[in-house]
T-cell receptor, first 115, second 116 residues
């Protein structure tokens, strides 16, 4: 079974600084997708960034980028120029092959942004 | 609406009561997922529909949980004889694609269920 581990329950960053959230996963599949979702206190899960396992190039979305290390099964999220609105719970998630492509989530990292 | 809509937003029930949670997916989305999110945890998969067919219900914690999507659009998650351990946020997500796809799942705001 696939597992996703986020080893940092909480992180904090100063506004305008850079922070990196860690995620590791375990799978025997060769083809899969990885995601970072953001969940503000209002609860709606919002997609931040996604990475296809077959792509070597790390995904980037504006201030958000990932460091995808397939051999190490590591998928970290870097947030540059942190803003107060980035404060939220961040979840790393995995989906692989199979019949339904359900998401397997980590336990989350609570990010606080200090002004 | 443009997004996934869930109702009610909050539900309080006494132990032993039955509850029904509703999900309106994004129009045209074929795939629909239900997740359960306990306090301070990541969401956990409950069940999956492709159109009206329930293709995976392996995550349902007991036979008290039942989900349906009779016309391939709106879905209802029903919990019978609720227990305190059922207290959680129930999230619904929909996705346009089927099969191996990088199409992301779009989530609703969830229903926070509290069992007294």
């Amino acid at each position: 079974a696939q597992t996703v581990t986020q080893s940092q329950p909480e992180m904090s960053v100063q506004e305008a600084e850079t922070v990196t959230l860690s995620c590791t996963y375990d799978t025997s599949e060769s083809d899969y997708y990885l995601f970072w979702y953001k969940q503000p206190p209002s609860r709606q899960m919002i997609l931040v960034i996604r990475q296809e396992a077959y792509k070597q190039q790390n995904a980037t979305e504006n201030r958000f980028s990932v460091n995808f290390q397939k051999a190490a099964k590591s998928f970290s999220l870097k947030i540059s120029d942190s803003q107060l609105g980035d404060a939220a719970m961040y979840f790393c998630a995995y989906t692989g092959g199979g019949s339904n492509y359900k998401l397997t989530f980590g336990k989350g990292t609570l990010l606080t942004v200090n002004p | 609406g443009a997004g996934v809509s869930q109702s009610p937003r909050y539900k309080v029930a006494k132990r032993g009561q039955d509850v029904a949670l509703r999900c309106d997916p994004i129009s045209g989305h074929v795939s629909l997922f239900w997740y359960q999110q306990a306090l301070g945890q990541g969401p956990e998969f409950l069940t999956y529909f492709q159109n009206e067919a329930q293709l995976d219900k392996s995550g349902l914690p007991s036979d008290r949980f039942f989900a349906e999507r009779p016309e391939g659009s709106v879905s209802t998650l029903k919990i019978q004889r609720t227990q305190q351990e059922d207290s959680a946020v129930y999230l619904c997500a929909s996705r346009g694609g089927v099969g191996m796809s990088n199409q992301p799942q779009h989530f609703g705001d969830g229903t926070r269920l509290s069992i007294l």
